[in-house]
């Protein structure tokens, strides 16, 4: 039972990327992209409920102008250190059916994309291995 289980896992993280994968690929890439400027950078340390240990977290704020009109989008407590600095430019990305749906992205999801595929494969690899040498 427990094999099926890794196995079964495998392929719910195989499904995870692929999910992934379509909307990076197929949703967001026909939004409309427009640079903004990154206005407030915060960067602290924070602990976890379940761990004692400070880790760096940050919060940004962007303002892009759309239609004529200056908006801001803040996203709130990304992990680790931010990669940009206020003043810097950064794209947001903006749903043509409905303007006031804006994506910003903090990191790359295709490493997410490929720790999935990997985690799921490794999975399945184990619930594979682990039924031929049961046998």
């Known amino acids: ?73 803040s996203k709130t407590k990304f992990s680790g250190v931010p990669q940009f600095k206020e003043g810097d430019s950064y794209l947001v990305r903006i749903n043509p059916d409905n303007v006031e749906d804006v994506r910003v992205e903090a990191g790359s999801s295709e490493v997410l994309i490929w720790v999935a595929l990997i985690g799921g494969g490794f999975l399945v690899f184990l619930g594979v291995l682990g039924f031929f040498v049961r046998r």
């Open 1 to 73: 039972m427990r094999l099926k289980l890794f196995v079964l896992y495998g392929f719910v993280l195989w499904a995870f990327a692929g999910y992934v994968y379509f909307q990076e690929n197929f949703v967001y890439s026909k939004w409309i992209p427009i640079q903004g400027e990154v206005t407030k950078l915060e960067t602290y340390s924070s602990k976890e409920p379940d761990d004692d240990q400070q880790r760096p977290y940050y919060d940004f704020t962007v303002q892009y102008e759309f239609n004529g009109k200056e908006n801001l989008v």
